[in-house]
């Protein structure tokens, strides 16, 4: 069961005001962040190593909470969210880190199957969405085996199942394709896009200019520094216009 | 509920590791100490308290009147005008068989009930012996009056209140019945400090996959339940242990005590409260092990968003 409200119709699914974010005493990392994320829409983040991409994911997956400004998640303020309301939204949430975070022990199975337990779904109503998830990234085979038998590629599978099990209404990715050969890197964008279709708001933080340029109509956000130069909607990179 | 119930598909986000870290085994030898310190405080009550019962309110009344038939004289009406007294619960004279079988002890000639044929125990002057026992609880004036009675009945006989030369021994074994319950105190503490430590380390170790839970929206309660059902069982392991190796020491002791039926030692014995407290402390052991883990890791849940 979630605690968290659904979104308004017309309303943004992320609203970011004058965020500002530091660790401990030092400058701030991510500074005057503001933007607008609609439902349905396909975003993705992009910028030099040590830009923020990162930390602005977490604020993005609720890992952290910003220093400064004013941050809204389906339409609810999260900077002054008791912890124990954080649970509900973060379930509608799904996340694809980038050093994967698999649970070594467990098998692909069960780390695919991680959301839908947390949520209290039957181990009769979950065997099939896993199982098919399993072969959809093409691991059907190699269900029962844990990731250290498992290649890099083969791992990010399992952890971009893992995100999208529970039809999470965001998803959020951090360099998805960074492990995978360019085959399978479109085969996954091509599962992030279908979700998309049904709905849900995709944010992906690459470095590939060739996966931005296979999604039409994806907005692009830029971070310079720990500055947002192109605020969503500000700036378009639609295939057509791109060069 | 102490030990929670989790999914067998939820268990599995911990490594089955069970026994395997040093908890069990420290949890065992403490729960050994702890109830072998618990038995001993009971037992060393329960003597007090019949040491503190039988020689509260008593006395002894000796008469040494040089003349055998006077004393035997005085001290019989000593018996009797005490047993008329209101204060006076009982009197009774010791006999001289019975002063003659307890010294025959000393000399080697017991088992002949009136000394035997020892002619050394025989010829011993020994003292008359009036035991009184006060009614109710103002001992200092029942004293009083027993000295204003015995001054009367067999004057120059000397008063002993039992308490006088017991009561330091009884005292002795309640300290130490004390210091027992204080031992139990503090190795329950450190129990409770060894879960904690557990615990902790725990949650130190499986902190990635802490942190994967939560960021997959698994709440507070839900990570504790895995922990904590893990750390009771650990601890519940252990716990078992300790009171196996517990119960086999007790149940060695008390059969080499049951051969022990006078003096002080025979005192000593746990009764049916005392057994049923040393059943109930790993049940507790159990539950305190299973509450200190839980506030333990909500704690340092809390400490993470």
Known sequence: ?243 | MIIPRVPVQHRRLLPDRRLSGPTPWVVAILMMLTLLAAAAGVGLARSANAIGDAIAGRVTVQIVTANPVTRAEQAAALRRAAAAQPFVRSARSVEREELQAMLGQWFGSEGSGDGGDDPVLKSLPLPALVDVDFVGEDRGGHMEALRALVAREAPGARIIPHAEWLGPVARLIRSLAWIAGGMVLLMTAASAAVVIMTARAALGTHFATIEMLHLIGATDRQITRLFQRRIAIDTAYGIALGSTVAAAILLLIGWQWSGVTAGLAATASLGAAGWALLLALPLLAIALAAFTARQTLLAALKKIL
Do not use: C
């Not at chain 1, 969405?129 to 072969?135: A, K, Q, Y």
């Open chain 1, 1 to 243: 069961m979630t605690d968290a409200a659904p979104v308004r119709p017309g309303g943004a699914m992320v609203e970011f005001d004058g965020v500002g974010l530091r660790y401990g005493p030092d400058a701030e990392i991510l500074s005057d962040i503001s933007f607008n994320l609609q439902p349905g829409s396909f975003y993705f983040l992009t910028g030099a190593s040590g830009a923020g991409k990162t930390s602005l994911l977490k604020m993005l997956y609720l890992a952290q909470r910003p220093s400064r400004g004013i941050v809204r998640l389906f339409g609810e303020d999260l900077v002054a969210m008791p912890r124990h309301r954080l649970p509900g939204f973060r379930r509608r949430i799904g996340v694809v880190f980038q050093d994967f975070r698999l649970i070594p022990h467990l098998s692909a199975r069960d780390n695919i199957a991680l959301p839908l337990r947390i949520a209290g779904v039957s181990e009769e109503d979950l065997s099939g969405p896993v199982g098919e998830m399993l072969s959809w990234i093409g691991l059907g085979d190699r269900a029962d085996a844990h990731p250290a038998t498992l290649s890099g590629g083969e791992q990010q599978r399992v952890a971009i199942a893992r995100a999208v099990i529970a039809r999470p209404q965001l998803l959020v990715a951090d360099e998805p394709t960074g492990n995978v050969d360019p085959e399978m890197a479109m085969r996954l964008l091509g599962l992030f896009e279908a979700l998309n279709r049904l709905g849900t708001t995709v944010v992906v933080a690459t470095h590939d200019i060739h996966l931005i340029s296979r999604i039409e109509n994806a907005q692009m956000m830029r971070l310079e520094k720990g500055r947002l130069s192109d605020p969503t909607g500000a700036l378009r990179y639609p295939p057509a216009n791109r060069t």
